[in-house]
């Protein structure tokens, strides 16, 4: 019984290496045609003039910049530059010794 389950497993591993296929068995002339697909590029902006580029980039620039000014701007508030706010959006309450528990925000008892 054993000797025939290794003589069957013997087999099937031979007959699974002859029709492997090999790296060398791969004709090229399907590599060139799909080469010479893939040097032709197709630009998804099409053709632009120099003009309309140039004011794609200025009107990206100009969105960057208000970007800039609404982040800085919503910087500003006290939640996030005074530091007495611990990240909260209104300072924590002082309570007294007794009654004080650890925040879930910021991680400190107040």
């Known amino acids: ?3 025939t389950f290794f003589f069957i497993l013997l087999m099937i591993s031979t007959l699974s290496s002859i029709f492997a296929q090999n790296s060398r068995d791969v004709d090229n002339s ?3 045609s799909s080469q010479n697909k893939k040097s032709v590029k197709v630009f998804k902006s099409g053709f632009k003039t120099q003009k309309e580029s140039k004011e794609e980039y200025e009107n990206r620039m100009k969105q960057v910049a208000k970007d800039k000014k609404k982040s ?3 910087l500003k508030k ?3 530059s005074d530091k007495s706010y611990f990240g909260h959006k209104r300072p924590p309450k002082k309570r007294p010794l007794s009654k004080r528990k650890l ?3 910021c991680g400190i008892v107040h």
Request: proline share 7%; aromatic share 6%; charged share 25%.
């Open 72 to 74: 800085i701007k919503i």
């Open 78 to 80: 006290p939640q996030y």
């Open 30 to 32: 399907s590599k060139t």
């Open 103 to 105: 925040c879930k925000v």
């Open 1 to 3: 019984m054993a000797k």
